[in-house]
């Protein structure tokens, strides 16, 4: 059977990230020499409990996928410490200085479900051998054990085992993302990284993918870092949300208080701009003006500075340091506790 016991202490993050940076060489001349570093992910700290969903939100170009890919060491990181702490482990493990031994055993314990279920998909592969895949590169599971293990798998994302001799191209967007979070969950993982698994679908099937999600977090006491843009997902399946803008968090706390409370005028922007499903409730939406600044120059002093409808001298001086604000709450602005920014009036 699949595992359905978690034996991570509570009193303890499952995974901790410090300081991670993750910089780009910008390229010029016949010998291509570096002359400028494009700053994708800045100096983020961020902590998961186990059986927590933390959601990572911010406008596209800001860093959150680079900050998922980042974090299991799909792509290398400049600077900064990914702890892991295994199942059964005493001590933290460094991702980010691990070998290939340590990273394959990572592998097994934090896997990914990416945006585009048709491209993560190789479409010149059964869906059984797609969801099997995993077991057979661990080594840990003979073939009949494979296909009995897939078989469960595909039954528990909502398929039929008929579906395991099929091709990707056979099936719908939705179904498809069904068959990622299938090979994602094949190896029991503790950690998934859900990179905007639900952008791509359409609104219906959407609703049903969230549904799952929650499912089987609750069955197979999943952790999720869920990286998206849309708030409103966010707010129905995290416990947390971190707020990223230009790779920078720039708030974090519990969902319900960022959405009632926010504390920092760009968390304020986004929140405003969360459709509200009652026609007789109209609230203002606050539009920010110009583009995201190039990660390559940020501004000087808060990087929000530009576009933020409160700043003053400071803002564009002085880089504001990401504080405790409130309970379990932290926020990188220094107008935080005069501006009493308010979310959305009523609950969900």
Not at 6 to 27: D, H, I, T
Not at 74 to 87: C, D, H, R, S
Not at 162 to 172: D, G, N, T
Not at 297 to 309: D, I
Request: glycine share 8%.
């Amino acid at each position: 059977m699949l595992r359905n016991d978690v034996n991570a202490s509570a009193e303890r993050p499952l995974l901790e990230v410090k300081g991670l940076k993750k910089y780009y060489p910008v390229l010029a001349g016949v010998l291509r020499r570096p002359v400028a570093q494009i700053k994708a992910v800045d100096g983020v700290d961020l902590a998961l409990l186990p059986g927590q969903a933390l959601g990572l939100v911010g406008e596209s170009g800001c860093g959150k996928s680079t900050t998922g890919r980042a974090i299991l060491k799909l792509i290398e990181p400049t600077e900064g410490q990914i702890l892991y702490w295994f199942q059964g482990g005493t001590e933290p493990m460094d991702i980010s200085r691990a070998g290939p031994k340590t990273l394959k055993a990572v592998r097994r314990e934090c896997q990914i479900i990416y945006q585009d279920p048709y491209s993560s998909l190789n479409g010149r592969m059964s869906v059984g051998d797609i969801v099997a895949e995993p077991l057979l590169v661990h080594g840990l599971a003979g073939f009949r054990e494979r296909v009995r293990l897939a078989t469960e798998m595909i039954e528990a994302v909502g398929l039929d085992s008929a579906h395991l001799r099929r091709y990707p191209h056979e099936f719908s967007g939705g179904q498809r993302q069904r068959i990622a979070i299938a090979r994602a969950l094949i190896l029991q993982p503790r950690l998934v990284v859900a990179d905007e698994p639900v952008s791509a679908l359409d609104v219906s099937v959407q609703a049903q993918v969230l549904q799952l999600l929650k499912h089987l977090q609750t069955r197979f006491h999943l952790t999720y870092l869920f990286i998206s843009h849309d708030l409103a997902v966010v707010r129905y399946i995290c416990d947390r949300v971190s707020v990223m803008y230009l790779g920078w968090i720039v708030e974090s706390g519990p969902v319900e208080e960022i959405f009632h409370q926010p504390k920092h005028p760009y968390t304020e922007a986004l929140i405003s701009a969360v459709p509200i499903p009652d026609p007789d409730r109209q609230e203002k939406r606050i539009i920010l003006s110009g583009d995201v600044p190039s990660p390559v120059a940020p501004p000087r002093g808060c990087r929000f500075h530009p576009r933020c409808r409160y700043a003053r001298e400071i803002c564009a001086t002085e880089i504001p340091e990401y504080r405790p604000s409130g309970v379990d709450r932290g926020v990188r602005c220094h107008l935080s506790e005069e501006l009493n920014l308010r979310g959305p009036s009523g609950g969900r």
